[in-house]
């Protein structure tokens, strides 16, 4: 028995800090805990990977595991399980790490529970915690199976320090370009661009307190420390500050993502309307009145062309 | 080309989720088509008034009354729909059998389907359905197109987007910027009564995963409002960010 | 005499022989069937095309009502005159034509039976009347053509060559009338031995007498020779003018008498859908598909552009012109396609153009035929463009009926094309799932009573109970729009003191449909309003307070339709009964100078222009009255369900909302004040816009302010 794994999320040999979040939980489960990681020329991640306490970490290093393909990947990996027979595998809960965890649970015929906010798992069976209709219930959801299998939701768990003896297992590659049935024929890295309005993690928006696009520029600058997208109040795409596309609202778009930040926004109906399901929100605004404080988790009485950069700092820290 | 698209009914999103016996009540919740599903179902529809497809089929696994998700589907201009009676409690694993038979059975060119759903949000049936039948499959599909055979998509990735390219048969979950589905006329619900819609039960499977507790969450801390220095002010955002809504900060 | 003629003559009483020194007079009593012939034949013709309209309306119920209309409005001029200046010219020239007209027909008759004898003191009177009318008609026709030809007001840019030939004929033909006077009066007066004689003349005919100078240094002779050559000119163009009513802008004559008889008797409401479960097709796609009304309507536009001066839509850029690219544009299509209808029809086809493609005429039919009224005819954007606030239809003096046809248009885009906004969309889907246009869960729906620490002062249903005179109907604003939930705060607060609780329904309160109807959803609006009216009857309500406006004509003029019969009051009618009652008495006199906004919902759907104000009064404030104000009430940019689509500011214009805050601010006031959400939200929105230092608030808040 190999104990448990843990699906390491690395693009061009960074790893995320989901992945050593996942290492860190699993050290209380008192299983072995190692790290498979499959890619190009990945072997010297392994390292880092001890720093968290992975005990193994099993590499599978080969070209047709240069980018994420579905194909390769579960080939890969569904060899491994034969071969080493691990009590769990736990994936995080990416675009490629659900992808990944879904297609090898069906092909071991497993059951797999997904976006875990909570895990536990003890004699070959896990419990883990979901949240269901988007936050407004959990559910408990008892996995067994051989391995038990789930994907985990970034940045639940903390991260602990704990020196494992990173031993590196070169793993006999199974795949082969056969099993490669998605032609991935570009891929385009977000640089500048931010994500879509709706369907971003995170939206930072400005109104009409932004006074101009200087202070549109500051929002800016906020989304795109926490990797969000930028929206409007109908003052501000009015006024000619943000383009038609960017309107949150009951003319506009409605999104809901985590993390909602309404920068001089007073949060009219119209406006509250496409933006009131956001799980968390911040506001800012100068008008202690102002209705959006009525929905903010979060509100702070004070000038924007202030608080922002103060905010840009300290999350910096 | 025959489309096949698999719908989910699930509760209205903004349903007042409420416990009863231990379970999620359903009583007074208005049942929609899950969003992404629709945004799958519009796809389909576009696809046959482009000429590219057929047939769209509208393939609903659970209770009797997701047939109304159905006749939606078939008011937006779908053709005819498949409800697959299934225990609403059936697991991913045992969903994912139950539609892949119907699936096998209709033989589409192409099975499109929303790459979430709302209720459960735990996205795993297309692509395990991908994988019983041993087709290709592309996730969290923002664009499609069809031409010679090939699937090709604009995807989300982890870090940026990709176009994919598969061969069909495929199975493509589709993200909801793919399209804006349209609203059902009176004369698509018209028509709709008198498409047909075949009741199959379902493939009888076990589950593997069981919910063992079903619970709400603590109730949202009352939101605050701040006042006070600027410093201040950010460094209770700051700290909220941080630890509350837990968000990863690019340095 | 039946050869020869009556000669003039100076008569021993006053009176005139009709048809002196006119040779062959007789003549026009057989010329005259030759117009009358082609009136009649034009008449049937435009009555066949009427009949082709395909779409039912009752509109010949209510017998007395409608005489006293045709009345009211075709004599008395009561909606013409409404536009002072060109209105009262217009009323002349109505009056002057009416009398000449009716005047003919007395000499007609007299020439024939002998009979009514006009002499003396009779005929002097009759002849005043006649004489002075018809010269303030001339004077009609010129002030008239000076408006359209001098100062060209924007309404009536889209003139043409045929109205000003129009002009002429009628101003020539009331000039001949008193060339041809001064000549008689000329020659009577060469014909007398004494003045005296005649000048009984100088009473009768006060304008002819003032032409006859014109001819004093005629020769007899010549007079009457010019008399006689005039009057059969004249007689020619009045034939003429008769010949010309039916293929004229003339017809506006009989199409505006039918207009009147025929107009839309009740209160303003959508035309209602019966059995809409079993309907086959919803709206109207197909311009032959309206009722006759509105065919007819298409015929009584006279261009006057009323409407247009007063729309929104139009006053801000947008396609939308209630005038030009609504009803002329229909028009047009009609006029283009109603014959190849007729050929259909009068070939046994019922269905027209369907069997008609074999044929060599179809083939020169197909562009008209395949014109699509909604795509190619009028455009969606002039159809999503109306607010419904009813400008033209208050100000059009033919009771012409604009907002039913945009909204059998929207119907059909909407439950026939499935095309329609993408908010639109939205809108319906939120109130399909959650009963609200914002698509709040419903759930919550009674939570702002709570929030707003008023929950004791209702009976929320069913769990509280109990008796209640009143139901609260609140709306969707009231529950779900965190700054209107203060107005629904502040009335149960007035109420309260005023001894009334009011019963509310709570999460069994549904939106009222107004902007589904308005948006074309029918099917949706009869869902909503078929389940509010099964809890308002489940409750035993009586009497209804509607906050909302939208909310106020829907449920008090529409719900009818569906069986559901109230006593509706607007929140401001309901705080002007307490207020006359001596229930609400202020605390203090506020004193703001403010201006007042007319909703349109309120206002010219439901008239209640007095009581909002009356209220606003009694708080001691300063009331400004803005230039568009009551009947001339500028919208807010959100009826008709605008409030849920964006409205895209054309270059060179304002928003619709924009352009009425200045028109609020303009008096510098310190309060705007509204009486309905969508309005506060608009106007709210206009005044930050401008960064105005005025508060825009409702009535209700500014009579709690007072009661404090």
């Known amino acids: 028995m190999a104990g448990t794994w843990i699906f390491v999320e690395q693009r061009n040999g960074n790893i995320r800090k989901v992945t050593f979040e996942m ?235 985590t993390l909602y930040v309404a920068a001089g926004i007073s949060g009219a109906i119209q406006h509250l309307a496409g933006m009131s399901s956001s799980k968390y929100i911040v506001a800012i605004n100068t008008d202690e009145e102002a209705p959006i404080f009525g929905v903010s988790d979060v509100g702070a009485v004070g000038d924007l062309f202030k608080v922002i950069p103060a905010l840009i700092d300290e999350l910096k820290k | 080309m025959k489309v096949l698209v698999l719908v989910k009914q699930t509760f209205d999103t903004e349903a007042k989720i409420e416990l009863k016996d231990g379970k999620i009540s359903d009583a007074g919740i208005n049942m929609i088509i899950n969003p992404y599903d629709e945004v799958a179902v519009e796809e389909g529809i576009r696809l046959k008034e482009k000429g590219i497809a057929t047939e769209v089929v509208v393939v609903s696994a659970g209770a009797d009354k997701a047939i109304e998700a159905i006749r939606t589907a078939l008011a937006m201009g779908a053709d005819r729909g498949v409800l697959v009676q299934q225990d609403v409690a059936a697991d991913e694993f045992a969903r994912a059998k139950a539609l892949a038979k119907v699936i096998s059975e209709q033989a589409p060119s192409l099975v499109l389907a929303g790459h979430v759903a709302a209720d459960d949000g735990s996205s795993q049936v297309p692509t395990r359905i991908a994988e019983i039948l041993g087709w290709p499959h592309i996730n969290v599909a923002t664009t499609l197109e069809i031409a010679d055979g090939k699937a090709t998509c604009n995807c989300e990735a982890d870090g940026g987007s990709q176009v994919i390219e598969v061969a069909l048969p495929a199975v493509i979950s589709t993200q909801v910027s793919l399209n804006e589905p349209r609203y059902p006329s009176m004369k698509g619900i018209m028509q709709a009564k008198k498409k047909p819609v075949d009741t199959v039960a379902a493939e009888a499977v076990e589950s593997k995963t069981k919910i063992v507790e079903f619970s709400l969450p603590a109730a949202k801390a009352a939101g605050k409002k701040v006042t006070g220095e600027p410093a201040d002010l950010a460094k209770e955002i700051a700290n909220f960010i941080k630890n509350e809504a837990k968000i990863e900060i690019k340095k | 005499m039946i050869f020869g003629f009556e000669p003039l003559e100076v008569y021993d009483i006053p009176m005139r022989v009709v048809g002196a020194n006119v040779p062959y007079e007789w003549l026009i009593y057989i010329l005259m069937f030759i117009p009358l012939g082609i009136f009649a034949f034009g008449l049937y013709k435009r009555i066949r095309v009427w009949l082709l309209a395909n779409g039912r309306i009752n509109r010949i119920d209510k017998l007395g009502s409608r005489i006293v209309s045709l009345l009211v409005y075709s004599l008395g001029q009561a909606k013409v005159i409404k536009k002072p200046l060109a209105g009262w010219m217009h009323f002349f020239l109505f009056w002057g ?202 015929d009584a536009c006279i261009r006057c552009g009323r409407c247009q001066e007063n729309c929104p839509a139009y006053l801000t850029g947008k396609h939308l012109n209630p005038k030009l690219t609504l009803i002329q544009a229909m028009k047009a299509h009609w006029d283009a396609k109603a014959p190849y209808l007729l050929a259909a029809k009068d070939a046994g086809h019922a269905e027209g153009h369907a069997e008609m493609a074999m044929t060599a005429e179809a083939e020169e039919a197909k562009p008209v035929m395949e014109q699509h009224l909604i795509y190619d005819v009028v455009t969606s954007d002039v159809v999503w463009d109306c607010t419904n606030c009813r400008a033209c239809m208050e100000h059009c003096p033919m009771f012409i009926e604009h907002i039913p046809k945009i909204i059998e248009m929207r119907r059909n885009l909407v439950m026939w094309q499935g095309d329609m906004p993408g908010e639109a969309q939205m809108a319906f889907t939120n109130m399909e799932r959650n009963y609200n246009p914002w698509g709040v869960g419903f759930s919550n729906r009674a939570g702002w009573l709570q929030e707003r620490g008023v929950r004791d002062m209702v009976n929320l249903l069913p769990e509280d109970g109990g008796d209640f005179e009143y139901l609260l109907y609140a709306g969707c604003a009231v529950a779900f729009d965190d700054r209107y939930k203060r107005v629904g705060e502040a009335l149960i607060k007035v109420a309260n003191k005023a001894g009334i609780k ?157 352009t009425r805050t200045d028109q609020l601010l303009e008096p510098n006031p310190e309060m705007v004040i509204t009486n309905c959400p969508f309005c506060l939200t608009m106007i709210n929105d206009g005044v930050k816009g401008v960064e105005s230092e005025a508060q825009v608030l409702d009535v209700a808040e500014l009579v709690w302010r007072a009661m404090q």
Not at chain 3, 136 to 153: E, N, S, T
Not at chain 3, 613 to 639: D, H, P
């Open chain 3, 502 to 658: 009011f019963g509310y329904l709570g999460t069994e309160e549904y939106c009222c449909g107004d902007s589904a109807r308005r948006l074309g959803n029918e099917y949706l609006f009869q869902t909503l309003a078929n389940s509010n009216i099964e809890s308002f009857n489940n409750y035993g309500v009586k009497k209804i307070v509607a906050v909302c406006p939208h909310c106020y004509n829907c449920v008090k003029n529409e719900y009818p339709q569906l069986g559901g019969q109230y006593e509706v009051y607007h929140y401001t009618e309901f705080l002007a009964k307490l207020l006359a009652e001596g229930k609400i008495k202020m605390s203090r006199s506020l004193g703001a100078k403010l201006t007042y906004h007319d909703s349109c919902f309120l206002g010219r759907h439901n008239n209640v222009y007095d009581e909002p104000r009356t209220v606003i009064k009694a708080t001691g404030c300063n009331l400004i009255e803005v230039e568009r104000g009551r009947e001339f009430g500028f919208c807010c940019g959100a009826g008709g369900g605008r409030m849920w689509l964006e409205e895209h500011a054309v270059e060179g214009y304002k928003r619709i909302n924009d």
């Open chain 3, 97 to 298: 034509f009416f009398v000449l007209f009716i005047a003919a027909q007395i000499d007609a008759m007299h020439f024939w039976l002998h009979w009514p004898k006009l002499e003396g003191g009779l005929y002097i009177g009759f002849s005043w009347v006649v004489d002075v009318l018809g010269f303030l008609a001339m004077i009609g026709i010129l002030v008239l053509a000076f408006i359209r030809y001098v100062q060209k007001p924007d309404r009536l840019s889209d003139t043409k060559s045929s109205d000003g030939w129009i002009i002429a004929l009628i101003f020539v033909i009331l000039f001949s009338g008193f060339l041809i006077e001064g000549l008689r009066i000329a020659a009577q007066i060469k014909l007398a031995t004494r003045l005296d004689e005649i000048v009984y003349e100088a009473k009768a005919s006060p304008f002819g007498w003032l032409f006859a100078y014109l001819f004093a240094g005629m020769s007899l002779d010549g007079a009457l020779m010019w008399h006689r050559i005039l009057w059969w000119f004249h007689m020619a163009l009045a034939f003429g003018f008769i010949a010309l009513v039916p293929f004229t802008k003339l017809w506006h004559i009989i199409t505006s008498m039918f207009n009147y008889f025929v107009r839309d008797l009740e209160a303003s409401a959508c035309r209602m859908v019966y059995n809409i479960e079993e309907a086959e097709s919803f709206g109207v796609e197909r311009i032959e598909d309206f009722t006759w009304k509105d065919i007819i309507d298409l």
């Open chain 1, 23 to 257: 290492l860190s939980e699993a050290q209380k489960w008192g299983d072995e805990v190692s790290a498979v990681v499959f890619g190009k020329g990945v072997a010297g991640l392994a390292p880092e990977l001890a720093k968290y306490g992975a005990a193994k970490v099993y590499v599978a290093d080969a070209d047709v595991f240069a980018q994420y393909n579905t194909g390769a990947f579960v080939a890969q990996l569904a060899a491994m399980i034969a071969e080493y027979k691990p009590n769990a595998v736990l994936f995080a809960h990416t675009f490629n790490g659900r992808d990944l965890a879904a297609r090898i649970s069906q092909k071991l015929e497993l059951g797999l529970a997904t976006d875990c906010i909570a895990a536990e798992i003890s004699a070959g069976k896990g419990v883990f915690t979901r949240s269901i209709y988007a936050g407004k219930a959990l559910a408990k959801v008892e996995v067994a199976g051989d391995p038990v299998m789930a994907t985990i939701r970034a940045g639940v768990f903390e991260v602990v320090e704990k020196a494992g003896a990173g031993e590196v297992v070169n793993v006999a590659v199974a795949a082969t370009a056969a099993d490669v049935y998605q032609n991935v024929k570009e891929f385009i890295p977000t640089v500048s661009a931010r994500p879509e309005l709706t369907e971003a993690d995170v939206v930072c928006s400005g109104g009409r307190g932004c006074k101009g696009p200087e202070g549109i520029a500051l929002v800016e600058q906020l989304a795109d420390l926490m990797g969000g997208a930028v929206g409007g109040s109908r003052a501000a795409i009015d006024s000619g500050w943000l383009g038609h596309e960017y309107q949150v609202g009951q003319t506009g778009k409605v999104v809901n993502p």
